[in-house]
């Protein structure tokens, strides 16, 4: 039997948007069908079940994650400037009301990482991935002495963390754009005291 030929990178995030929009639970091999253009033995066949193509999707949707935040930071070293602009394109994310752009991780953390040890494996290290490269630029931004007051820089990662999944959602109730750029703002002021 031959392998199925398909962009494997456009299934996965059709996957992504489809378990975004629904939640694993909802989603059906039908609607993941739909969503990806493949038949269901083709589905199978490249990631064995759905929980397969979950965890290829959380893959990829961290991957595509990874590329946008060195797409932001990685081109200057004004890290504030960065911190701003990575907040706006946040902000947008929030305002398009697009399933897609909810946070994956989340959604799946919320749904079953606490029902499956490997999920929760896998999110767990996303996640501390973020906290990570996040702490990295607060120690960049304090070797520049663009922070004031004590908090180390994991503490202002965690801190803005924390205000990323408020604004995510908020937005879903308040989507007005003035309201999520104010309180945007007021997160990067309050993560660099």
Not at 118 to 138: D, G, V
Request: aromatic share 6%; net charge negative.
């Amino acid at each position: 039997m031959r392998n199925a030929e398909f962009d494997r990178e456009q299934v996965l995030r059709a996957a992504m948007a489809a378990f975004m929009r629904k939640g694993y639970s909802k989603t059906s091999m039908q609607d993941l069908t739909q969503a990806t253009g493949l038949h269901p033995g083709s589905l199978y066949c490249a990631f064995s079940n759905k929980r397969g193509l979950l965890i290829a999707a959380i893959e990829q949707y961290q991957s595509d994650r990874n590329q946008q935040f060195q797409g932001i930071f990685g081109h200057s070293d004004d890290v504030l400037g960065n911190l701003t602009a990575y907040l706006d394109h946040i902000v947008l994310e929030c305002l398009s009301c697009d399933s897609s752009q909810t946070c994956l991780l989340t959604k799946a953390l919320n749904e079953i990482a606490e029902q499956d040890d490997e999920i929760q494996a896998i999110i767990n290290h996303n996640l501390h991935q973020w906290h990570h490269a996040l702490t990295a630029q607060f120690e960049a931004a304090a070797a520049q002495h663009k922070l004031s007051g004590e908090r180390s820089s994991s503490q202002r990662a965690q801190y803005l963390m924390m205000g990323i999944y408020g604004l995510r959602t908020l937005a879903h109730t308040h989507p007005q754009a003035d309201t999520l750029q104010q309180l945007a703002a007021q997160l990067l002021h309050d993560v660099c005291l």
